[in-house]
């Protein structure tokens, strides 16, 4: 089993639409969306969910109001102002503020009665779903919710297992854009990271700068230029950049008026038209599968 990873230094670049081709032409992979703070591959997958779960990563304070005695100690704690009062001045309790609690427990620590627990906070929901593709793991965090690195770790996971007990040849993982932790946490482990990079000035800054992440990473990577007709000057400066630093161009994907249309229609680019972009995106998945 392989896995390939496609990420890119920033958003808008193309990213998500190039994997879901390269899905559609891959033999029934396991498919992983892992930019879980804004997922939006299953626009163009179009997923049936056929498993769900709970993500919970961290904590958050819990008062008992039945054990609570009034003595306001955690109130005056709190450096986080997450404790309030409520009720009027005869019958005053204390509540939690869950947005503001960071779960750090002191609130619990110094409570007298024992009133205060630390419970898991639900930070998210993953999804495990059919394609038109193959299976697909994929997950949104909370709006926010903390440790997405953790949640994207748990959807490789899933897609893992799911390529083993399916015997599926290959995991297809669609990263988050940037340089935070999700992006670490997606390309840990991957066979080939497939950098899709755009001809703009920071695009090739960005470009630089998550190619610096995966030679300190020691990963092994390849760029894709996409839309790169519309700036060739910045297209031929991005692969010297990647050459530079031990990453190949293998894949010049052009401007196609028909890769909006083909979205608008949830298709892929492969899908939809025999434009220049398909067989370009064609050639660039050929040359990726040698490589693997």
Known sequence: MKEIVVLSGKGGTGKTVI???????AQL??????????????LLLSPEVKDRGIFSSSKVAVIDGRLCN??????????????????NKSVQKVAINTDACEGCGVCMRICPSGAVKLAERES???FVSNTRFGQMVHALLAPGGENSGKLVALVKQKARVIANQSGARMVLVDGPPGLSCPVISAAAGADLLVLVA????????????IAD???????DAVLVVNRFDINSEI?????REGTLRGIRCVGRIPYDDAIPIAMANVKTPIEWSDGPSKSAIIDTWKRIISRT
């Not at 994997?19 to 032409?25: H, I, M």
């Not at 009034?70 to 009720?87: D, H, Q, W």
């Not at 755009?198 to 700068?209: A, Y």
């Not at 297209?235 to 692969?239: K, L, Q, T, V």
């Open 235 to 239: 297209s031929d400066s991005i692969e």
């Open 124 to 126: 998210g929901e993953w």
């Open 70 to 87: 009034s003595c306001m100690e955690c109130l005056a704690t709190c450096r986080f102002e997450a404790i309030t009062t409520v009720g």
């Open 29 to 42: 992979p396991v498919i992983a969306d892992c930019d879980v703070d804004a997922p939006n591959l299953h």
């Open 19 to 25: 994997l879901a081709s390269f899905a559609s032409l």
């Open 198 to 209: 755009e001809p703009t000035v920071s695009g090739q800054s960005d470009f630089i700068r």
């Open 213 to 219: 992440l995966c030679n300190h990473m020691k990963a």
